[in-house]
């Protein structure tokens, strides 16, 4: 039965339901914000990196700030997601006051 469970409880109380159904909730949230911000870095990137400025005013974005803006995307996704711990450790105080 544990390998077919979607979440498993491995103690007796009720309260880890609850919290394990906010930490999803908070990881879709997450995940929805990170492709937000990943859509949006995009569609003004790509063109910019495409070269739509440059007929206009002669800009052109460089390759290697092109490629330094997609680290930072992926930093920035990477950091957004670790603060999913921090959620974890406020939901800690939440099964400990619907368990006390």
Known sequence: ??????????RASLADAAVAV?????????IRAN???AMAYNLLGVPLAAGVLYPAFMLRLPPAFAGACMAASSVSVVCSSLL????????AGLREALEG
């Open 1 to 10: 039965a544990v390998e077919a469970a979607d979440v498993v409880l491995v």
């Open 84 to 91: 999913l711990g921090r959620r974890e450790r406020a939901l």
């Open 22 to 30: 906010a930490l999803g909730r908070a990881a879709v949230d997450r």
């Open 35 to 37: 492709f937000a911000w």
